[in-house]
T-cell receptor, first 113, second 113 residues
Framework: QKEVEQNSGPLSVPEGAIASLNCTYSDRGSQSFFWYRQYSGKSPELIMF????GDKEDGRFTAQLNKASQYVSLLIRDSQPSDSATYLCAVNMFSGGYNKLIFGAGTRLAVHP | NAGVTQTPKFQVLKTGQSMTLQCAQD?????MYWYRQDPGMGLRLIYYSASEGTTDKGEVPNGYNVSRLNKREFSLRLESAAPSQTSVYFC????????????FGEGSRLTVL
């Protein structure tokens, strides 16, 4: 079992809809969770991070964390064609006081006009 | 404002040849990482260096060696390249005390024939 699992997609949504991206992880001791966005041919960039159970909102993006279920999600409201990218979930397997991020395979999102 | 700089950006090797990927960061970060990215596999951690003078294996270390030359530089060496090492390689860095966010270089595309 991979440490971080994501549905590879593609997830196709119409412009203006809500896109829902999901991620599960295996290490119950993980404390911090990240969503990165990666456009084709580019390097990943951080969208959001979340530490606590519940929701965290930033503009059109909402991250949701449920540690009991080992589940992280990202909601994108009012999806735009510019949101079309691969979204990578990452879990910090914090080791010896230092960050060690393990990534899922990514979910490809396509927003069509 | 360079951030994380990787060289070379593109390289073609023949099976059995050796090469070194160079990475340097100017953000005074303690930790540095090498990831590889293959289609459908997301980012996989090869090696990381939590701080100057230390290196540790990640998820897929076989066939690679690393050197943390100083706080700024972290190199990845392929001693005898194999076609299975054809990939895009990303170097990243992070601070010990921040959120765990990784700052990525632009990537190095390596093809082994």
């Amino acid at each position: 079992q991979k440490e971080v699992e994501q549905n590879s997609g593609p997830l196709s949504v119409p412009e203006g809809a809500i896109a829902s991206l999901n991620c599960t992880y295996s290490d119950r001791g993980s404390q911090s969770f990240f969503w990165y966005r990666q456009y084709s041919g580019k390097s990943p960039e951080l969208i959001m991070f979340i530490y606590s159970n519940g929701d965290k909102e930033d503009g059109r993006f909402t991250a949701q964390l449920n540690k009991a279920s080992q589940y992280v999600s990202l909601l994108i409201r009012d999806s735009q064609p510019s949101d079309s990218a691969t979204y990578l979930c990452a879990v910090n397997m914090f080791s010896g006081g230092y960050n060690k991020l393990i990534f899922g395979a990514g979910t490809r999102l396509a927003v069509h006009p | 404002n360079a951030g994380v700089t990787q060289t070379p950006k593109f390289q073609v090797l023949k099976t059995g040849q050796s090469m070194t990927l160079q990475c340097a960061q100017d953000m005074n970060h303690n930790s540095m990482y090498w990831y590889r990215q293959d289609p459908g596999m997301g980012l996989r951690l090869i090696y990381y260096s939590a701080s100057e003078g230390t290196t540790d294996k990640g998820e897929v270390p076989n066939g690679y060696n690393v050197s943390r030359l100083n706080k700024r530089e972290f190199s990845l060496r392929l001693e005898s390249a194999a076609p299975s090492q054809t990939s895009v390689y990303f170097c990243a860095s992070s601070s010990k005390t921040d959120t765990g966010e990784l700052f990525f270089g632009e990537g190095s595309r390596l093809t082994v024939l």
